[in-house]
């Protein structure tokens, strides 16, 4: 990606960004934070990208090509393991949710070696939920019931009355 944000590894592949405060992100996003990401794809390159997630929560990657000829990129997510988890070929967009079994830098792959000639503009975006302060779900609240609609109807009449009052 040709942004001040990013500079490549050496190998001239991977990108790191330049926002992220601890070496070991260095090429990742923000862990906590939804990110999204417009980059252009080289003719005959692929581009990848790392997220950091933790077990149990949950990472959804969406993607659309808005640019270039043929409109249409390979696309790769592998776990920190090396395990390939989503491989889509030559799609235009595309949503995956992915659930980590294990914690680490997932990494996202755009691929665009099939074309010679055409370039891509490829827009991202990586949600992550559950990996903050709502881990617990509802197990958190031990003991608290939700109101049943009776409150809510109460409430919707009491409104009611009153603006007859008033009229």
Same mark, same amino acid.
């Given at each position: 990606?040709?942004?001040?944000?990013?500079?490549?590894?050496?190998?001239?592949?991977?990108?790191?960004?330049?926002?992220?405060?601890?070496?070991?992100?260095?090429?990742?996003?923000?862990?906590?934070?939804?990110?999204?990401?417009?980059?252009?794809?080289?003719?005959?390159?692929?581009?990848?990208?790392?997220?950091?997630?933790?077990?149990?929560?949950?990472?959804?990657? %969406?993607? /659309?090509?808005?640019?270039?000829? =043929?409109? *249409?990129?390979?696309?790769?997510?592998?776990? @920190?393991? #090396?395990?390939? +988890?989503?491989?889509?070929?030559?799609?235009?967009?595309?949503?995956?949710?992915?659930?980590?079994?294990?914690?680490?830098?997932?990494?996202?792959?755009?691929?665009?070696?099939?074309?010679?000639?055409?370039?891509?503009?490829?827009?991202?975006?990586?949600?992550? %939920?559950? /990996?903050?302060?709502?881990?617990? =779900?509802? *197990?958190?609240?031990?003991?608290?019931?939700? @109101?049943? #609609?009776?409150? +809510?109807?109460?409430?919707?009449?009491?409104?009611?009355?009153?603006?007859?009052?008033?009229?």
């Amino acid at each position: 990606p040709g942004h001040s944000l990013f500079s490549p590894f050496p190998s001239g592949r991977h990108y790191r960004t330049l926002r992220v405060k601890t070496n070991r992100l260095k090429n990742s996003f923000y862990p906590q934070a939804d990110s999204e990401f417009t980059f252009l794809l080289p003719a005959g390159r692929s581009e990848c990208f790392f997220q950091s997630a933790i077990k149990n929560g949950t990472m959804e990657v %969406e993607y /659309q090509v808005i640019a270039g000829a =043929g409109m *249409d990129v390979d696309v790769t997510i592998v776990s @920190p393991k #090396g395990v390939q +988890l989503v491989y889509e070929s030559r799609r235009s967009d595309g949503v995956h949710v992915v659930e980590p079994t294990e914690e680490g830098d997932y990494e996202i792959c755009f691929d665009n070696s099939f074309s010679r000639f055409s370039e891509k503009m490829v827009f991202f975006e990586i949600i992550i %939920e559950g /990996q903050g302060g709502d881990v617990g =779900g509802d *197990d958190e609240w031990p003991g608290l019931e939700e @109101p049943d #609609g009776s409150l +809510l109807e109460y409430k919707l009449e009491d409104i009611r009355v009153r603006c007859m009052f008033w009229t």
